[in-house]
């Protein structure tokens, strides 16, 4: 390594004999330094302290002190103990004076200079010097360097610590913990990574404008009972202030903050002196509640704890906020349920009681009264369907509609569709036709029954929505990237653009002769949805009086369909094929319309006997007393309910193997899948269809 002294070094020479020192600044001048000359020791710690000379030649005496007073004082400031030094002396004080300097770093010229001598030792002493600057500034890097690789390292820790405690929290909260214990899992995360910090979180109640405990694992729990439900306001503690002002607020000393003035002497008690909170903030701005850190001594934040405490407030924020969503969707799913059950629970009268009437031979109805009942059985209908429909909808937009995959033949599907919607065309007088649908296989993996559903929708419209002797012709085509379209091409009333953008918002209806045309106004909005839960598109042409083409593509699944698979019906008692002479049948239900209804309907079987109760307990009583061949249980009954009831029948063990089919108004699916799983026989939904219903309880009884 070639070490270039600076060239223009700064040489200070300290010499009382002016003759003695212009020959040394003579003999220097060549070399370009810049020389300095004192003539006294004060000059010359002087100048030494102030310019920081690259090397002094320090003469032996002077009037205020001599050469080793001097160097004694060089070397006890700090600034200028690094400096080095060159004695000049006669022969005969050569001695003295190495014996006065042991330390390093002294050198002498002895007098008479000889110009080749004090060039090469001041050279020597000056590269000497610059060699020990640059190591020096070299290991201050290298030392700085390795300041700043063990915080990055350390930063990197803690980082992947931070990730995962905010991951478990985020595990706790999929495995549906509460959120006090989702909570705790980031306040002690965050109390682990700092020493003597507790951590606190209160939620907020927009409603009494309140602050409510949620977590504070370390926080002295009376400290925590007294600040219960505190008010925000502009200076109400760190947490009241940063929960009314959306700000941080940070009291660095309790005891002489005047946010603190009416707790202070309560938390100086508890032995908490500093606290810094941050509001907790929802994604529209919303306050949700606060994260504070205390601390048992005054303290500021460094930038680093700021980081960390809006990183963990941030994953509170989210929690809180998901928390809320999921109570508010459960809340909308019970909604929908009790919906679904008050709108069809009158409908199942309506329609029941109508085909009833239809169906009485013994007091037949005047053509006047058939039109009029065939009116109220189709609005009531419309009606079913539009409850129906708005259910879906819900259930879909709350994420609660379940498909159920697997891999169909779409041939097979779209024959079937087309072959349940020819009466429909027939009836409207229009063709309806398959179009090269046998060419070739196509298989998907998508829910069938939804697709059906969104087939006949579009199947439904075409034919709705055309003229007199109009056709409609649904196709197979494939398209690239593995697509296949299924497409419904009609020559009906078509599309205006301007209503081409309302085609799939819900309840837009704007056919000219919709007034005449049966519909809700949901069935495409419905398949919109439903085909992108299937990974597949939907979409259309339309030209106005021309007719339309509307069309859904699907991935084309290289896998085949799995042969059906059979079930066994377990807990089913022998169905035997004789007769059995009488059969009783006990119905539970609380609605006395519905009872009503259910005997009427089986009033004309002479062989049946019905029984009823209208609360579970009764019901159960009932059963027991006359051992009947079936149970019908309606599932949202008083008190008791009918999923209850069940399992209540099935702790006694002579009943257990009576069948009990589920008779309700409860439409949505996850209860009929519970219910199914429990081991009911059958789930019916209100209004009963009665020829199925019919056929059900034949099935079962005989
Ligand atoms: P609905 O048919 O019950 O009214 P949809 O959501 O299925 O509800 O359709 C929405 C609207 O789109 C319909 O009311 C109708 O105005 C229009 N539409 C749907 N399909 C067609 C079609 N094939 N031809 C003309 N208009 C159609």
């Given at each position: 390594?070639?070490?270039?002294?600076?060239?223009?070094?700064?040489?200070?020479?300290?010499?009382?004999?002016?003759?003695?020192?212009?020959?040394?600044?003579?003999?220097?001048?060549?070399?370009?330094?810049?020389?300095?000359?004192?003539?006294?020791?004060?000059?010359?710690?002087?100048?030494a302290?102030?310019?920081?000379?690259?090397?002094?030649?320090?003469?032996?005496?002077?009037?205020?002190?001599?050469?080793?007073?001097?160097?004694?004082?060089?070397?006890k400031?700090?600034s200028?103990?690094g400096?080095?030094?060159?004695?000049?002396?006669?022969?005969n004080?050569?001695?003295?004076?190495?014996?006065?300097?042991?330390?390093?770093?002294?050198?002498?010229?002895?007098?008479?200079f000889?110009?080749?001598?004090?060039?090469?030792?001041?050279?020597?002493?000056?590269?000497f010097?610059?060699?020990?600057?640059?190591?020096?500034?070299?290991?201050?890097?290298?030392?700085?360097?390795?300041?700043?690789?063990?915080?990055?390292?350390?930063?990197?820790?803690?980082?992947?610590?931070?990730?995962?405690?905010?991951?478990?929290?985020?595990e706790?909260?999929?495995?549906?913990?509460?959120?006090s214990?989702?909570?705790?899992?980031?306040?002690?995360?965050?109390?682990?990574?700092?020493?003597?910090?507790?951590?606190?979180?209160?939620?907020?109640?927009?409603?009494?404008?309140s602050?409510?405990?949620?977590?504070?694992?370390s926080?002295?729990?009376?400290?925590?009972?007294?600040?219960?439900?505190?008010?925000?306001?502009?200076?109400?503690?760190?947490?009241?202030?940063?929960?009314?002002?959306?700000?941080?607020?940070?009291?660095?000393?309790?005891?002489?903050?005047?946010?603190w003035?009416?707790?202070q002497?309560?938390?100086?008690?508890?032995?908490?002196?500093?606290?810094?909170?941050?509001?907790?903030?929802?994604?529209?701005?919303r306050?949700?509640?606060?994260?504070?850190?205390?601390?048992?001594?005054?303290?500021?934040?460094?930038?680093?704890?700021?980081?960390?405490?809006?990183?963990?407030?941030?994953?509170?924020?989210?929690?809180?906020?998901?928390?809320?969503?999921?109570?508010?969707?459960r809340?909308?799913?019970d909604?929908?349920?009790?919906?679904?059950?008050?709108?069809?629970?009158?409908?199942?009268?309506?329609?029941?009681?109508?085909?009833?009437?239809?169906?009485?031979?013994?007091?037949?109805?005047?053509?006047?009264?058939?039109?009029?009942?065939?009116?109220?059985?189709?609005?009531?209908?419309?009606?079913?369907e539009?409850?129906?429909?708005?259910?879906?909808l819900?259930?879909?937009?709350?994420?609660?509609?379940?498909l159920?995959?697997?891999?169909i033949?779409?041939?097979?599907?779209?024959?079937?569709?087309?072959?349940f919607?020819?009466?429909?065309?027939?009836?409207?007088?229009?063709?309806?036709?398959?179009?090269?649908?046998?060419?070739?296989?196509?298989?998907a993996?998508?829910?069938?029954?939804?697709?059906?559903?969104?087939?006949?929708?579009?199947?439904?419209?075409?034919?709705?929505?055309?003229?007199?002797?109009?056709?409609?012709?649904?196709?197979?085509?494939?398209?690239?990237?593995?697509?296949?379209?299924?497409?419904?091409?009609?020559?009906?009333?078509?599309?205006?653009?301007?209503?081409?953008?309302?085609?799939?918002?819900?309840?837009?209806?704007?056919?000219?002769?919709?007034?005449?045309?049966?519909?809700?106004?949901?069935?495409?909005?419905?398949?919109?949805?439903?085909?992108?839960?299937?990974?597949?598109?939907?979409?259309?042409?339309?030209?106005?009086?021309?007719?339309?083409?509307?069309?859904?593509?699907?991935?084309?699944?290289?896998?085949?369909?799995t042969?059906?698979?059979?079930?066994?019906?377990l807990?089913?008692?022998?169905?035997?094929?004789?007769?059995?002479?009488?059969?009783?049948?006990?119905?539970?239900?609380?609605i006395?319309?519905?009872?009503?209804?259910?005997?009427?309907?089986?009033s004309?079987?002479?062989?049946?006997?019905?029984?009823?109760?209208?609360?579970?307990?009764?019901?159960?009583?009932?059963?027991?007393?006359?051992?009947?061949?079936?149970?019908?249980?309606?599932?949202?009954?008083?008190?008791?309910?009918?999923?209850?009831?069940?399992?209540?029948l099935?702790?006694?063990?002579?009943?257990?193997?009576?069948?009990?089919?589920?008779?309700?108004?409860?439409?949505?699916?996850?209860?009929?899948?519970?219910?199914?799983?429990?081991?009911?026989?059958?789930?019916i939904?209100?209004?009963?269809?009665?020829?199925?219903?019919?056929?059900?309880?034949?099935?079962?009884?005989?």
């Amino acid at each position: 390594m070639t070490v270039v002294y600076p060239m223009r070094s700064k040489i200070l020479i300290v010499n009382e004999n002016s003759e003695e020192a212009d020959l040394l600044r003579i003999i220097l001048e060549d070399e370009n330094h810049i020389l300095d000359i004192a003539a006294s020791g004060e000059c010359a710690l002087d100048i030494a302290g102030k310019s920081m000379p690259d090397l002094i030649l320090l003469g032996s005496t002077f009037p205020d002190m001599d050469g080793i007073e001097v160097q004694r004082r060089l070397k006890k400031e700090a600034s200028t103990q690094g400096i080095p030094v060159i004695l000049l002396a006669g022969k005969n004080e050569m001695e003295n004076i190495v014996k006065s300097f042991p330390a390093v770093g002294v050198d002498c010229l002895t007098k008479p200079f000889l110009g080749e001598e004090v060039l090469a030792r001041t050279r020597s002493h000056l590269h000497f010097k610059s060699l020990v600057n640059q190591y020096a500034e070299e290991s201050e890097a290298l030392k700085k360097r390795n300041a700043e690789l063990e915080k990055e390292i350390a930063d990197k820790n803690r980082a992947v610590t931070v990730a995962e405690i905010q991951n478990r929290a985020l595990e706790a909260f999929a495995q549906d913990n509460s959120l006090s214990d989702i909570i705790d899992i980031l306040t002690k995360g965050l109390e682990s990574q700092f020493d003597g910090c507790m951590c606190s979180v209160l939620v907020f109640n927009p409603e009494s404008q309140s602050l409510h405990h949620c977590s504070a694992p370390s926080l002295p729990a009376k400290f925590s009972q007294a600040i219960e439900g505190m008010q925000i306001g502009p200076s109400v503690g760190s947490c009241g202030t940063a929960a009314y002002t959306k700000k941080l607020v940070v009291v660095e000393d309790i005891e002489t903050d005047p946010l603190w003035k009416r707790a202070q002497k309560f938390a100086l008690s508890h032995n908490l002196r500093a606290c810094w909170s941050l509001p907790i903030l929802a994604a529209d701005d919303r306050v949700l509640g606060t994260f504070a850190v205390y601390y048992s001594s005054p303290r500021r934040p460094s930038k680093e704890e700021l980081d960390l405490i809006g990183s963990f407030a941030y994953v509170a924020g989210v929690t809180i906020e998901s928390k809320e969503l999921e109570k508010s969707s459960r809340a909308k799913s019970d909604f929908l349920a009790r919906m679904s059950h008050e709108l069809r629970t009158p409908m199942n009268s309506i329609l029941g009681f109508t085909q009833l009437l239809e169906m009485d031979v013994q007091n037949p109805l005047t053509s006047y009264q058939k039109d009029n009942l065939r009116t109220i059985s189709s609005a009531g209908q419309h009606l079913l369907e539009l409850i129906n429909e708005v259910l879906d909808l819900s259930k879909i937009e709350t994420g609660h509609l379940e498909l159920s995959i697997e891999v169909i033949n779409l041939n097979e599907l779209v024959d079937n569709v087309v072959s349940f919607s020819k009466p429909l065309a027939e009836n409207k007088g229009v063709t309806l036709k398959l179009q090269n649908s046998q060419s070739q296989e196509y298989f998907a993996e998508t829910d069938s029954l939804r697709l059906k559903e969104v087939l006949l929708n579009l199947l439904s419209n075409a034919i709705k929505y055309n003229k007199l002797n109009g056709s409609v012709t649904v196709s197979f085509e494939e398209q690239a990237e593995g697509k296949i379209r299924i497409g419904v091409r009609d020559t009906g009333h078509g599309i205006s653009a301007e209503n081409k953008l309302k085609v799939f918002k819900p309840f837009e209806r704007f056919d000219v002769d919709s007034d005449f045309i049966e519909g809700t106004g949901i069935g495409l909005s419905i398949s919109k949805r439903l085909v992108e839960m299937m990974n597949g598109s939907i979409n259309f042409e339309s030209e106005l009086r021309e007719g339309s083409f509307f069309y859904i593509d699907l991935p084309i699944s290289d896998k085949t369909p799995t042969l059906p698979h059979i079930k066994e019906k377990l807990n089913m008692p022998n169905v035997s094929t004789e007769k059995r002479g009488n059969c009783k049948i006990v119905y539970i239900e609380d609605i006395l319309e519905n009872i009503e209804l259910v005997r009427q309907i089986l009033s004309h079987r002479k062989d049946i006997e019905l029984f009823y109760a209208t609360n579970a307990l009764d019901g159960i009583e009932l059963a027991r007393a006359e051992m009947p061949d079936l149970i019908l249980m309606d599932i949202h009954l008083p008190e008791i309910d009918g999923l209850t009831a069940f399992k209540r029948l099935q702790a006694i063990d002579e009943m257990r193997s009576i069948p009990v089919v589920a008779l309700t108004s409860d439409a949505m699916d996850t209860n009929a899948k519970k219910a199914l799983e429990m081991g009911f026989h059958s789930y019916i939904t209100k209004p009963i269809d009665i020829p199925k219903f019919m056929s059900l309880i034949k099935s079962i009884l005989y």
